[in-house]
């Protein structure tokens, strides 16, 4: 079993910045890739960026250039730096571990991009 936790959400100015984590504990090595995804209000959930056990990163291409996804795996945690936020980027954002078997959620961090 993995355990995520999300931390660094809160309220941000349009065009401005925030850095979420997501501390991973229990079986990290099960772990194949990590994301974060990301929900608004009525939406469906989405991808917004993966980060794979070899490294490679994949964005959607509503963040490119924006957003950055790393991991610190001495630290087990997870990064999604924001910048260039946008109102309507306001949503739940959430980490995903795909594992060797089955997937994990962590509990989720609000965002709100407002003036």
């Known amino acids: 079993q993995v355990q995520l936790v999300e931390s660094g959400g809160g309220l941000v100015q349009p065009g401005g910045s925030l850095r979420l984590s997501c501390a991973a504990s229990g079986s990290i090595s099960s772990v194949n890739s990590m994301g974060w995804y990301r929900q608004a209000p009525g939406q469906q959930r989405e991808l917004v960026a993966v980060?794979?056990?070899?490294?490679?990163?994949m964005y959607a291409d509503f963040v490119k250039g924006r957003f950055t996804i790393s991991r610190d795996s001495a630290k087990n945690t997870l990064y999604l730096q924001m910048n260039s936020l946008r109102p309507e980027e306001t949503a739940d954002y959430y980490c995903?571990?795909?594992?060797?078997?089955?997937?994990?959620w962590g509990q989720g961090t609000q965002v709100t991009v407002s003036s």
């Open positions: 995903h571990a795909d594992m060797v078997r089955g997937d994990c």
């Open positions: 980060i794979t056990s070899g490294g490679m990163t």
